[in-house]
């Protein structure tokens, strides 16, 4: 694939053409889940966004040229109150969450990153980075704490546009007796016996959340890479700590090239939030919905822009993909034309892409072969149509609560209802039937039934 990819840079506030460090070789990180509970719809967009652009630039470099980083945070304060309030070891916590979060990328059609590490795995690396930092001045230690000095670093403010007044006054700052600044954040923390810790130059402790990212990033990709990705609600203090650390520790000018950052998923216009209790479990919608109809649902807006959850939302892009399927069939699908490809090299427009996909169903919807395999090939380059229409109509049949004998009862109840003029109990089993995953259909004197 010949044509360049374009996409918006957080750190620059505009869109700029992507050009790798080193040519043909792109390495990416994203920040991964923090397991302390089930992962939710909203901690599924970047997931499915990321998991786009990585099939990009897999066809754009090559299957083998692109480096994929995705972490996995098992330590920090969260787990550990969340083990405690449970009353469960923070291995057994930390393990199920991860167990299912890996269930949650497979049900979502999400390809398996190059490198998946631990922040546990990493802990000898992230004391030197803490050691890094203190030595080149840019860190300090009290009573065991070791914090990094956001003076010290000029550049501090610039991903998130803002002055160090404007971070203080608009973001959560943690409050501490031990900092200098309001603005300095923990590198290291002390753990008292019952919590988890390792033995570092500062006493026994934990590292900062912001901490494992920089070096988890940075053990992989290297000190300075092409593409960090993440929520919009981690470019502060998340994003901005991490280049902060980095570009200290390693004397470098850039952490990463290109920031990307996706917007949130609202539930009545409300940020979906574990805190809030709004939350709609992907392990949930995994016992009631296809993984593809998530997966479509989530690219239907731009990645930049809120996407508004509902049920309207599911229910539109269950019959897209119902209609799709009438054309899946196997066949060759290696190469994909580069015209097809346009609006995900603008910034991964997923909408324009979806309607682009709509025209190339009803081209091959009039019989032509090469029009068929051209949009079969296009779905499976954002990971839809991948599994076979059996398997897409048994997952429907298995998710639908009730047998044919109750289907056809109810179809006979309808039309009795319908004979004797009672459209009102008639439209009432229609909408009962729905509710159970099945559609029907009057065609002339029949009355036809489909799984939802």
Not at 20 to 41: E, L, Q, S
Not at 259 to 282: A, C, E, P, Q, R
Not at 332 to 339: A, F, N, T, V
């Amino acid at each position: 694939m010949t044509n360049s990819l374009n996409i918006f840079n957080t750190l620059s506030n505009k869109r700029e053409k992507f050009v790798p460090i080193t040519k043909d070789r792109v390495g990416m990180y994203v920040c991964g889940p923090t397991v302390y509970d089930f992962p939710h719809i909203g901690n599924a967009r970047p997931l499915v966004v990321f998991d786009v652009l990585f099939r990009l630039l897999k066809k754009i470099y090559g299957e083998n040229k692109v480096t994929y980083v995705r972490n996995i945070t098992d330590i920090d304060d969260k787990i550990i109150e969340t083990s405690k309030n449970k009353k469960i070891s923070i291995d057994k916590l930390t393990n199920s969450i991860s167990d299912s979060f890996n269930k949650d990328c497979i049900y979502l059609n999400c390809l398996k990153p190059n490198f998946e590490p631990k922040a546990t795995d990493n802990i000898k690396e992230m004391i030197n980075m803490v050691s890094n930092l203190i030595k080149n001045n840019h860190a300090y230690e009290n009573k065991k704490h070791v914090y990094f000095s956001v003076s010290s670093f000029k550049e501090y403010g610039k991903l998130s546009n803002k002055d160090s007044k404007e971070l203080i006054a608009g973001s959560r700052i943690e409050v501490s007796k031990f900092k200098k600044d309001p603005l300095d954040f923990v590198l290291w923390k002390p753990s008292v016996d019952e919590d988890p810790g390792w033995e570092s130059p500062w006493g026994r402790g934990r590292p900062g959340w912001h901490l494992e990212c920089s070096v988890m990033g940075e053990k992989f990709l290297g000190k300075h890479f092409d593409i960090h990705g993440g929520g919009l609600d981690l470019i502060f203090p998340h994003h901005e700590n991490e280049i902060a650390q980095s570009c200290c520790s390693n004397k470098t000018s850039k952490f990463a090239n290109y920031w990307l950052h996706n917007g949130f998923v609202t539930f009545d216009k409300v940020k979906m939030s574990k805190s809030i209790g709004n939350i709609v479990t992907i392990k949930n919608l995994s016992e009631k919905i296809n993984g593809q109809v998530v997966r479509l649902a989530l690219l239907s807006s731009h990645y930049k822009q809120p996407l508004v959850w509902s049920e309207k939302l599911i229910n539109e892009s269950q019959n897209i993909l119902n209609k799709w399927y009438t054309q899946f069939e196997k066949c060759d699908l290696s190469e994909i034309d580069e015209d097809v490809t346009e609006p995900l090299l603008e910034d991964l427009n997923t909408p324009e892409y979806i309607s682009k996909l709509h025209s190339l169903y009803d081209d091959s919807s009039k019989g032509s072969k090469t029009a068929k395999i051209k949009f079969l090939k296009a779905c499976n380059l954002i990971g839809l149509l991948e599994e076979n229409k059996e398997s897409w109509e048994n997952f429907k049949k298995t998710k639908a609560n009730v047998d044919e004998n109750f289907i056809n009862k109810k179809i006979k109840d309808r039309k009795d209802a319908r004979n004797n003029g009672d459209y009102k109990l008639a439209d009432f089993i229609r909408k009962e039937l729905e509710e159970e995953g099945i559609i029907i259909e009057d065609k002339q004197e029949e009355t036809l039934w489909k799984y939802k």
